[in-house]
T-cell receptor, first 112, second 116 residues
Framework: AQSVTQPDIHITVSEGASLELRCNYS??????LFWYVQSPGQGLQLLLK??????LVQGIKGFEAEFKRSQSSFNLRKPSVHWSDAAEYFC??????????FGTGTRLQVFP | EPEVTQTPSHQVTQMGQEVILRCVPI?????FYWYRQILGQKVEFLVSFYNNEISEKSEIFDDQFSVERPDGSNFTLKIRSTKLEDSAMYFC??????????????FGDGTRLSIL
């Protein structure tokens, strides 16, 4: 079955600390992978995407993610978190159909 | 930067009534999508639309739902005879190629639908 798992429902970090949000996927075809961010009351903003090639992809706002096929993972990282990064983060997979399959999201809280 | 716009931001409707959610996709995009997110749950795909017809739909998208591109700019989702369980955030998205290509979907801010 096609699915996305984000094992961490809620993560709290201090401002300036590093961040890694986990994402594992199960997909029968070659996956296209995405991270979206949702601030309160806002829509889903695309942070970054992986289609092929270099397995380390750079996105907006200083985020990066690494595709590891052997682990079926696409973890999101940021070396130094800012208070404005507090939001909900969604990993999604697509590729051989029109639909994106989303994970349940990880809520990030940032303390000063 | 061009964006997907959705109206209204919040819609309150009595159970059994019809509701139309409106979206203006990014102007040069050809593929359109609706998703929904019930409070506390995952974002779920409803339907995709290309060349004036449904391209793909989920099992959620039953006869109660319909989509339309009534003119060159709007894309609408109609829910007939709404039920309490239709209460959710509904997101519209668009892309300039299908999701089988390497083009991402761009999302609007959503319409929160509350059924009383």
């Amino acid at each position: 079955a096609q699915s996305v798992t984000q094992p961490d429902i809620h993560i709290t970090v201090s401002e300036g600390a590093s961040l890694e949000l986990r994402c594992n996927y199960s997909y029968g075809a070659t996956p296209y992978l995405f991270w979206y961010v949702q601030s309160p009351g806002q829509g889903l903003q695309l942070l970054l995407k992986y289609f092929s090639g270099d397995t380390l992809v750079q996105g907006i706002k200083g985020f990066e993610a690494e595709f590891k096929r052997s682990q079926s993972s696409f973890n999101l990282r940021k070396p130094s978190v800012h208070w404005s990064d507090a939001a909900e983060y969604f990993c999604a997979v697509g590729g051989d159909t029109d639909k994106l399959i989303f994970g349940t999201g990880t809520r990030l809280q940032v303390f000063p | 930067e061009p964006e997907v716009t959705q109206t209204p931001s919040h819609q309150v409707t009595q159970m059994g009534q019809e509701v139309i959610l409106r979206c203006v996709p990014i102007s040069n995009h050809l593929y359109f999508y609706w998703y929904r997110q019930i409070l506390g749950q995952k974002v779920e795909f409803l339907v995709s639309f290309y060349n004036n017809e449904i391209s793909e739909k989920s099992e959620i998208f039953d006869d109660q739902f319909s989509v339309e591109r009534p003119d060159g700019s709007n894309f609408t989702l109609k829910i007939r005879s709404t039920k309490l369980e239709d209460s959710a955030m509904y997101f519209c998205a668009s892309s300039n190629q299908g999701s089988r290509s390497n083009q991402p979907q761009h999302f609007g801010d959503g319409t929160r639908l509350s059924i009383l």
